[in-house]
């Protein structure tokens, strides 16, 4: 079992910048794939980046690729996501989540990941 709190949301103007922070609990959070999901009003969840459990390997949806960073440190049990050039359209309530079950490429769906943390807000607008 690992519980996720997200953090770092916020308003931000477009072309602004944020970094989310996922803590987790748990000593056995370095064993866990972890991902970064999004949910606009109205919209289904969407995946946003991926990252392997030392970190070597990470992956994005198109739709943030070459603005986004997924990153992590196993000593802190933390998971980020630095988030540049900010547009309107990013905005939405951010997740992060852990996986048991799915590790290496396609882990782009939200059923691919049992655990979840409760959501950080992030609005981009002037």
């Known amino acids: 079992q690992v519980q996720l709190v997200e953090s770092g949301g916020g308003l931000v103007q477009p072309g602004g910048s944020l970094r989310l922070s996922c803590a987790a609990s748990g000593r056995t959070f370095r064993s866990y794939p972890m991902g970064w999901f999004r949910q606009a009003p109205g919209k289904e969840r969407e995946f946003v980046a991926h990252?392997?459990?030392?970190?070597?390997?990470?992956y994005y949806a198109d739709s943030v690729k070459g603005r986004f960073t997924i990153s992590r440190d196993n000593a802190k049990r933390t998971v980020y996501l630095q988030m540049n050039s900010l547009k309107p359209e990013d905005t939405a309530v951010y997740y992060c989540a852990a996986t048991t079950t799915c590790s290496g490429a396609g882990c782009y769906g939200t059923a691919a990941y049992n655990y979840w943390g409760q959501g950080t807000q992030v609005t981009v607008s002037s």
């Open positions: 990252i392997s459990t030392g970190g070597g390997v990470s």
